[in-house]
């Protein structure tokens, strides 16, 4: 029998505790990456140096409105003093830029999305509410934009609304529910408003200026590129969305604010590292990681999805000096030529790495693409050297370390992924080894319902991504069966609130989503993509419904 040492389940306890932590700082910015990106948008269109701006020779000249509409041309008159800037023209005209978007974006939008985000995964709707009352008055403590104070503030709030209500839970009098639950929440949200002001915005105003400053000191002495020893192994830990989302964007926006573009938002999104590693593998790997490195390169690349190219690096640990060499290498290219990205690059795309680079111009996207070509080429020529010197032992080794590589890769991020589960069948596993080892982990069989099944939630850590397309291929396979009637969606497991009959879940994650619904039913499984389960659970409703009928 196997046993689990003391200090593997310290070290075990300490991963999950620190990705938990990671996938929570995320979780209040990932749902909300649509908002950055359209501010990226807005602000590349319409501040003067935009491309539809007055400084750019590409620009519209923005007239006032009021010219256009018929009327007196003066902003002030019609409210638009704030909005409009108006420009004087060598010519000796006026002409106004329209950017006021832009800066009630970043002040006010974008932070108050975050504090509403962390306070609906703390305390629901509730949190939500309080969470953002509170991280107003952060915001209007300060004169930088509040993102570091609304990833602190809103968790904060929505924790001490959850706390005030245990208080006097099950003694209000019948009648009064809302009464005292509507003016408890406002009184605290004024409360903490008002600490927010007065104290919290001032003390992370001097948090983020000095972010800021340790930055700009790395920059000043070149040590950047240094940051990737610590960002290039995290990746593979599935730490990267805690150090890009948690630290780097939140910098990086108020950097683009300041200077149109930061370099923080390219450090942990470059693809280069990625496909460099994955190409050498293509050209110098040996059976089934040779075999599907192509189609994995292309995943990484265009689809953004870096998580693919993990197993890789796992196989052979050495391989993450190559990340590294590649990342450090990226990271000097954009700090030296001043390249940056004007928003932040979700999911870490080629596409979506262009996209938000072009708001610097021509000059900053080649600048940007070459931080890409040199990241890539640096990793490729290291892993080469490294596959090279391992040849031998890795044709011995006959692709069994790159099958113990994919395990490690799901155990680290906790759950089963399409990528990995692709990375399997082009690497010419066979699927039967798939169902028997989900069969061993998941237990045998699906359980009988003991109620009507209605309502399928796919629960994980961050309620997107391999649940999402898990719901997807259930609905399909209703859909298919001719079984209507069955809702099925996709949470986070945080978001589960005991309506669901049906929850299903990696089975790593099985006991947490239990915790939150012990009165559902709850299947587990291995691959979210192509699970037996799901036909047992289709067969199951279906024989329901036909009982019914």
């Known amino acids: 029998m196997t046993t689990t040492s003391a200090v593997d389940r310290k070290t075990g306890g300490a991963r999950v505790a620190v990705q938990r932590f990671g996938t929570f700082l995320s979780g209040m910015i990932m749902p909300n990456i649509a908002a950055f990106i359209a501010w990226g948008f807005i602000t590349m269109l319409f501040i003067p140096a935009g491309f539809l701006g007055a400084d750019s020779p590409f620009g519209i000249h923005w007239y006032p409105v009021a010219d256009i509409i018929g009327g007196s041309g003066n902003l002030e008159a019609i409210g638009w003093q704030g909005a409009m800037t108006t420009l004087a023209e060598s010519d000796g005209t006026n002409v106004a830029a329209y950017v006021g978007l832009v800066s009630p974006m970043i002040t006010y939008l974008l932070p108050l999305l975050i504090a509403n985000t962390a306070g609906r995964m703390v305390y629901g709707e509730r949190g939500g509410v309080v969470a953002t009352i509170a991280t107003v008055g952060v915001i209007a403590g300060t004169n930088i934009p509040m993102f570091l104070g609304a990833m602190i503030m809103g968790p904060l709030a929505a924790v001490a609304v959850k706390y005030m209500d245990r208080i006097w839970d099950g003694k209000i009098k019948p009648g009064f529910e809302m009464l005292v639950n509507n003016f408890s929440a406002g009184i605290l949200s004024m409360i903490l408003a008002v600490v927010g002001f007065f104290a919290f915005g001032p003390f992370f105003r001097i948090v983020s200026q000095g972010l800021g400053a340790a930055v700009d000191w790395l920059v000043s002495l070149n040590l950047l590129p240094f940051v990737s020893i610590i960002v290039e192994p995290a990746k593979v830990l599935f730490l990267n969305n805690a150090i890009n989302h948690g630290v780097f964007t939140p910098l990086g926006v108020q950097q683009s604010e300041e200077f149109g573009r930061s370099i923080l938002f390219l450090i942990e999104a470059n693809p280069g590292p990625g496909i460099?590693?994955?190409?050498?593998?293509?050209?110098?790997?040996?059976?089934?990681?040779?075999?599907?490195?192509?189609?994995?390169?292309?995943?990484?690349?265009?689809?953004?999805?870096?998580?693919?190219?993990?197993?890789?690096?796992?196989?052979?640990?050495?391989?993450?000096?190559?990340?590294?060499?590649?990342?450090?290498?990226?990271?000097t290219t954009?700090?030296?030529?001043?390249?940056?990205?004007?928003?932040?690059?979700?999911?870490?795309?080629?596409?979506?790495?262009?996209?938000?680079?072009?708001?610097?111009?021509?000059?900053?996207?080649?600048?940007?693409?070459?931080?890409?070509?040199?990241?890539?080429?640096?990793?490729?020529?290291?892993?080469?050297?490294?596959?090279?010197?391992?040849?031998?032992?890795?044709?011995?080794?006959?692709g069994s370390d790159f099958e113990a590589a994919i395990a490690q890769t799901e155990a680290n991020k906790g759950k089963s992924s399409s990528a990995m589960d692709s990375l399997r069948r082009a690497g010419g596993r066979d699927a039967e080894v798939a169902t028997a080892a989900e069969d061993a982990a998941a237990g045998a069989g699906t359980a009988t319902a003991t109620k009507p099944i209605q309502s399928i939630v796919f629960a994980c850590d961050a309620g997107m991504g391999s649940s999402a397309m898990g719901a997807s291929v259930l609905r399909n396979k209703f859909k298919k069966a001719g079984v209507e009637g069955v809702t099925v969606v996709n949470k986070a497991i945080a978001n589960l609130d005991g309506s669901a009959d049906l929850v299903i879940t990696q089975n790593q994650l099985t006991d947490r989503a239990r915790q939150r619904t012990p009165e559902a039913m709850h299947v587990s499984v291995d691959n979210f993509m192509n699970s037996p389960k799901y036909d047992e659970v289709v067969d199951m409703v279906r024989k329901q419904h036909d009982a019914d009928a």
């Open 334 to 398: 954009n700090m030296l030529l001043g390249g940056g990205l004007a928003f932040p690059a979700a999911p870490g795309s080629i596409i979506a790495v262009v996209a938000a680079a072009l708001p610097g111009g021509v000059g900053n996207l080649i600048v940007v693409l070459l931080s890409v070509v040199l990241a890539a080429t640096v990793t490729f020529i290291v892993s080469a050297v490294i596959l090279r010197a391992t040849r031998k032992r890795d044709l011995a080794a006959d």
């Open 276 to 331: 460099g590693l994955l190409l050498a593998f293509t050209f110098f790997g040996v059976g089934a990681a040779k075999a599907s490195a192509p189609g994995a390169a292309v995943i990484q690349f265009v689809g953004g999805i870096h998580e693919i190219y993990f197993p890789y690096a796992l196989s052979k640990p050495m391989l993450i000096l190559a990340l590294i060499a590649g990342g450090a290498t990226g990271v």
